[in-house]
């Protein structure tokens, strides 16, 4: 038994930001932007939070199923920048959408999160524990963001995905995960500072750092090794793969990766122009975009890698 995604959902907030608006706000330009990333335009909370957004995703993600809320019986998000630090997230959503019989909880691995949530359900389904569950990327990152770091805070975007997944005997067939906490220094946002009566530490906002090189670096040497290890591990080679559908940080860094597996860049389907990095949940709303349209057969072979803060990589190969 296997874990088979049997519907997807997104959303995004309704504010599209283009890369004109930002150069009205600080030094830069679209021609900056759009070419060292293939962005246009981001979409930007005004109103809406990480839970409405994530709620709202797996709605749909779960009327495209015909899944009712109480048949879901485990509901993952993958998030960074939730609305509380606790309750989770995913505690949130299951009580936004009535799923009374899951138990809920969140992953921290920055960009690879909606991936590694993924892959626990997928654990926890091909082991027998469960049945059916929600899998969800939701983010809010432009909070986290310092405004006045041009170098950054250009990249992201807000939004959210989602897939509810059910054990069936077609689905995933391999994944592979990583993490290096040693070079995690790259891409870091720090949380609150101590405050209680024995520590004195200056109370500020801590935002986003990133060494966008090395960050860049990483990606392009980790992403294409995990992707020829998933698979290998499914007994396949990367011609065999119709759509790899890669995180989407950088228009460069998936062109670099089809370039090193010499893969057509045809088969990298993109939407980094409209939506920018959103992190967790660029991968899931890049799937119900692909699935909405309607893209995948019965029997396409699927990649998906993401990679991220931690640092944190991984790819899942399944077949639709
Ligand atoms: N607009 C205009 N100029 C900008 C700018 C902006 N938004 N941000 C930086 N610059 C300037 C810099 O100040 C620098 O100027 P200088 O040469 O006068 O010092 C110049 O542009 C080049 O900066 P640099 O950082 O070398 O650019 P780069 O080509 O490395 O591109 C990134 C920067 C961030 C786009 C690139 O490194 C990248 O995409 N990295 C990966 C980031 C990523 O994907 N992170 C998420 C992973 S999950």
Request: proline share 2%.
């Amino acid at each position: 038994m296997t874990t088979r995604i049997i519907g997807t959902g997104r959303s995004v907030p309704s504010r599209k930001v283009t890369n004109d608006d930002l150069a009205k706000i600080m030094d830069t330009s679209d021609e900056w932007i759009y070419t060292r990333t293939g962005i246009h335009n981001r979409h930007l909370v005004e109103t809406e939070t990480t839970t409405d957004m994530a709620a709202d995703a797996a709605k749909q993600a779960m009327e495209k199923a015909g899944v009712g809320s109480e048949e879901i019986e485990l509901i993952i998000v993958g998030t960074v920048s939730g609305d509380m630090c606790y309750p989770s997230t995913a505690c949130l959503v299951q009580e936004r959408i009535g799923a009374v019989n899951a138990v809920a909880y969140d992953i921290s691995a920055g960009c690879s999160g909606f991936l590694f949530a993924l892959n626990a359900a997928h654990a926890y389904i091909s082991s027998g524990v469960y049945k059916c569950a929600l899998v969800l990327g939701a983010e809010t990152l432009s909070k986290m963001m310092d405004w006045s770091d041009r170098s950054t805070c250009v990249l992201f975007g807000d939004g959210a995905g989602a897939a509810v997944v059910k054990a069936d005997a077609t689905g995933i067939k391999a994944i592979t995960q990583h993490s290096d906490g040693a070079g995690g220094g790259v891409l870091t946002c720090e949380n609150r500072a101590s405050n209680n009566p024995y520590v004195k530490n200056e109370i500020t906002l801590p935002y986003t750092k990133m060494a966008g090189q090395d960050v860049f670096k990483f990606a392009v040497k980790m992403v294409p090794r995990c992707i020829q290890d998933v698979v290998e591990k499914a007994g396949m080679s990367v011609e065999d793969v119709d759509y790899f559908l890669l995180h989407q940080a950088n228009k460069r860094i998936i062109e670099s990766v089809s370039k090193r597996l010499n893969v057509p860049i045809e088969k990298f389907p993109t939407n980094i122009e409209h939506y920018g990095n959103t992190s967790a949940a660029s991968i899931p709303i890049l799937l119900d975009e692909l699935n909405s349209a309607g893209t995948f057969k019965k029997g396409d072979v699927i990649v998906m890698s993401g990679f991220g803060a931690g640092l944190t990589w991984g790819a899942t190969l399944l077949e639709w």
